[in-house]
């Protein structure tokens, strides 16, 4: 007989890609939103396809009939699920996760119909709207419905920021949880709200919590939390048998060192707190005893301090790990070449660099604390190591004229990153820009807006003439996918080499999602690309992938 289960968490839900397509498809053609959406899938053989699912068509010739590989970032267990039931564990409870909702909804069956857990969990991490949360809700409603479901993360603390007391429980009530965190770390809440209902005492003596209250919700008051990263690390043993793969992710800060402008995740996520550097060679040691082959760190700015990162340096090389590492970077914290020569010496393979724009003038507006020449010298630097790069960039915001553009498009192609994505500005009111709207002449929200230089169609303009004009980088999109897409796919099989052909080919292919299917010309250039995605296919091999999917996106046992 299977014991109750105190708690399962779940980390995501990836909607399909139709999900989005329907939406955006609907507008106009000149909506900025739309023609972002353009750079973001390839349309093959009548079907819209992310980046990742390109490449589970592509393998589909080299499977057996009937089958459906379904190779997904998310196969890299879901770190936010992961640390919230360590958490709980070593809390006294019995947790379980679910790292990502759609494939492991067997499991989460299971799960559900045979350990009649008292809570779910859902984390909200990566979700800019509430119908992904909805959609898991139902499907526990239906299997378990005595199960208290708790919703938390950064999706609540925006729906609370943005919508009223009225409609925020409207969309409470429709999402269909039980009690929502708000918190910015909220896995002490997480850990009282599981105590109170395995002891049976009153939900409502727990803060950060909006609770059920005669057809609303009621907030029960706040409590700040202040959780030590080094008494919460992660126990990665709760990753049993083959459910830890070639990559992990894991982290050994909270929050961020700076204030970029565009970026409220430092006002919701506090002061940064740091893990001591024995702390995460313990977790370290435990994962290369592992076996895991790609690690990455998701701080929001890893290499800072600047003595702690070398230390942690000289840590992974002390260790000798067989894994390589992947985090993202600060250029303007990384002035001497010791730095980089750590980083190779330590298996660093690849970084994210928020870069932003090319131009000094604009990385003031953005408050980046970083110029050009520092991104110049860090990118020399990394390349002259063999450490590849992905390159950030953001298309009109404010300050952003033609001239700054063009400035971005010659700092591409004379830095030549390995990848470069270049986004629209997304006017978000929380962020600390917003403060600035009347100096500024800001209007608007979202994907639509203006400023005194610039609108938001003319920064589609703009993000169109740069992705014509890099020659020297390659385009990476970042639906489902991103920068890491990268240590993923490596830890399939796929060499760097293989990474950029891939995406050299996509690249080439994305100007035909929109073109017009009569045009002779067009058509046989589309053709010609096509055949080289092909023979790219035929020449690469794959580890299996974790999860299986039906054509309906159904998981299969």
Same mark, same amino acid.
Request: glycine fraction near 8%; charged fraction near 25%; include cysteine.
């Given at each position: 007989?299977?014991?109750?289960?105190?708690?399962?968490?779940?980390?995501?839900?990836?909607?399909?890609?139709?999900?989005?397509?329907?939406?955006?498809?609907?507008?106009?053609?000149?909506?900025?939103?739309?023609?972002?959406?353009?750079?973001?899938?390839?349309?093959?053989?009548?079907?819209?396809?992310?980046?990742?699912?390109?490449?589970?068509?592509?393998?589909?010739?080299?499977?057996?009939?009937?089958?459906?590989?379904?190779?997904?970032?998310?196969?890299?267990?879901?770190?936010?699920?992961?640390?919230?039931?360590?958490?709980?564990?070593?809390?006294?409870?019995?947790?379980?996760?679910?790292? !990502?909702? =759609?494939?492991?909804? %067997?499991? +989460?069956?299971?799960?559900?119909?045979? /350990?009649?857990?008292? &809570?779910?969990?859902?984390?909200?991490?990566?979700?800019?709207?509430?119908?992904?949360?909805?959609?898991?809700?139902?499907?526990?409603?239906?299997?378990?419905?005595?199960?208290?479901?708790?919703?938390?993360?950064?999706?609540?603390?925006?729906?609370?920021?943005?919508?009223?007391?009225?409609?925020?429980?409207?969309?409470?009530?429709?999402?269909?949880?039980?009690?929502?965190?708000?918190?910015?770390?909220?896995?002490?809440?997480?850990?009282?709200?599981?105590?109170?209902?395995?002891?049976?005492?009153? !939900?409502? =003596?727990?803060?950060? %919590?909006? +609770?059920?209250?005669?057809?609303?919700? /009621?907030?029960?008051? &706040?409590?700040?939390?202040?959780?030590?990263?080094?008494?919460?690390?992660?126990?990665?043993?709760?990753?049993?048998?083959?459910?830890?793969?070639?990559?992990?992710?894991?982290?050994?800060?909270?929050?961020?060192?700076?204030?970029?402008?565009?970026?409220?995740?430092?006002?919701?996520?506090?002061?940064?707190?740091?893990?001591?550097?024995?702390?995460?060679?313990?977790?370290?040691?435990?994962?290369?005893?592992?076996?895991?082959?790609?690690?990455?760190?998701?701080?929001?700015?890893?290499?800072?301090?600047?003595? =702690?990162?070398?230390? %942690?340096?000289?840590?992974?090389?002390?260790?000798?790990?067989?894994?390589?590492?992947?985090?993202?970077?600060?250029?303007?914290?990384?002035?001497?070449?010791?730095?980089?020569?750590?980083?190779?010496?330590?298996?660093?393979?690849?970084?994210?660099?928020?870069?932003?724009?090319?131009?000094?003038?604009?990385?003031?507006?953005?408050?980046?604390?970083?110029?050009?020449?520092?991104?110049?010298?860090?990118?020399?630097?990394?390349?002259?190591?063999?450490?590849?790069?992905?390159?950030?960039?953001?298309?009109?915001?404010?300050?952003?004229?033609?001239?700054?553009?063009?400035?971005?498009?010659?700092?591409?192609?004379?830095?030549?990153?390995?990848?470069?994505?270049?986004?629209?500005?997304?006017?978000?009111?929380?962020?600390?820009?917003?403060?600035?709207?009347?100096?500024?002449?800001?209007?608007?929200?979202?994907?639509?807006?203006?400023?005194?230089?610039?609108?938001?169609?003319?920064?589609?303009?703009?993000?169109?003439?740069?992705?014509?004009?890099?020659?020297?980088?390659?385009?990476?999109?970042?639906?489902?996918?991103?920068?890491?897409?990268?240590?993923?796919?490596?830890?399939?099989?796929?060499?760097?080499?293989?990474?950029?052909?891939?995406?050299?080919?996509?690249?080439?292919?994305?100007?035909?999602?929109?073109?017009?299917?009569?045009?002779?010309?067009?058509?046989?250039?589309?053709?010609?690309?096509?055949?080289?995605?092909?023979?790219?296919?035929?020449?690469?091999?794959?580890?299996?992938?974790?999860?299986?999917?039906?054509?309906?996106?159904?998981?299969?046992?």
């Amino acid at each position: 007989m299977n014991s109750v289960l105190d708690c399962i968490v779940i980390g995501y839900n990836d909607p399909p890609l139709s999900f989005h397509e329907h939406r955006l498809m609907a507008q106009e053609e000149a909506s900025p939103e739309r023609r972002v959406f353009m750079r973001e899938h390839l349309l093959l053989d009548g079907e819209r396809l992310a980046p990742m699912d390109v490449i589970n068509h592509g393998m589909k010739a080299s499977t057996k009939p009937g089958e459906h590989p379904y190779y997904h970032v998310g196969e890299v267990p879901n770190l936010a699920a992961v640390y919230l039931t360590s958490f709980l564990r070593n809390k006294g409870f019995q947790a379980e996760y679910v790292s !990502l909702f =759609r494939p492991e909804r %067997l499991r +989460l069956e299971e799960l559900l119909e045979q /350990r009649n857990p008292r &809570v779910v969990a859902i984390t909200t991490t990566f979700y800019l709207m509430p119908w992904p949360v909805h959609e898991i809700c139902r499907f526990i409603r239906e299997r378990s419905p005595g199960t208290h479901i708790v919703v938390g993360g950064p999706l609540v603390d925006n729906l609370a920021v943005d919508l009223s007391d009225e409609a925020l429980a409207g969309v409470f009530e429709w999402v269909g949880a039980d009690s929502y965190v708000r918190e910015s770390q909220g896995e002490a809440t997480l850990g009282l709200v599981v105590r109170s209902l395995r002891d049976g005492t009153d !939900l409502t =003596r727990v803060p950060n %919590l909006y +609770l059920r209250d005669d057809g609303s919700f /009621r907030f029960t008051g &706040v409590k700040p939390e202040a959780n030590s990263l080094d008494e919460c690390a992660i126990d990665w043993g709760i990753c049993g048998g083959d459910r830890l793969g070639a990559t992990v992710q894991t982290r050994t800060a909270r929050s961020c060192a700076f204030k970029c402008s565009f970026c409220d995740f430092p006002v919701r996520a506090g002061a940064l707190s740091l893990a001591s550097v024995e702390v995460v060679e313990q977790e370290l040691r435990q994962l290369a005893g592992r076996g895991v082959k790609n690690l990455v760190f998701v701080d929001d700015t890893f290499n800072v301090p600047v003595g =702690r990162f070398k230390e %942690l340096c000289r840590m992974m090389i002390r260790n000798n790990f067989s894994f390589e590492w992947y985090s993202f970077f600060r250029c303007s914290a990384a002035r001497d070449t010791e730095i980089y020569d750590l980083m190779q010496r330590s298996g660093c393979r690849a970084v994210f660099l928020g870069i932003e724009t090319g131009d000094d003038s604009v990385l003031r507006n953005m408050v980046k604390s970083s110029n050009i020449d520092q991104y110049r010298f860090g990118i020399e630097q990394l390349h002259a190591r063999g450490i590849a790069t992905f390159a950030s960039f953001i298309c009109g915001f404010p300050g952003e004229t033609e001239n700054t553009v063009k400035n971005t498009i010659r700092f591409i192609n004379e830095t030549e990153p390995t990848f470069y994505r270049a986004e629209l500005w997304f006017y978000n009111h929380r962020s600390p820009i917003h403060r600035e709207a009347q100096r500024l002449g800001i209007t608007g929200e979202g994907y639509d807006w203006a400023h005194a230089t610039m609108d938001s169609h003319q920064a589609a303009d703009a993000a169109d003439t740069l992705f014509r004009q890099v020659t020297g980088s390659v385009w990476m999109p970042g639906y489902n996918y991103d920068f890491w897409a990268v240590p993923y796919l490596l830890g399939k099989g796929l060499t760097m080499r293989q990474l950029i052909d891939f995406h050299t080919n996509v690249s080439a292919l994305l100007p035909y999602n929109a073109a017009d299917p009569a045009n002779a010309t067009e058509a046989a250039f589309r053709t010609t690309r096509l055949s080289q995605l092909t023979d790219w296919f035929k020449s690469v091999r794959l580890a299996p992938p974790m999860y299986r999917m039906g054509p309906d996106h159904a998981a299969l046992s």
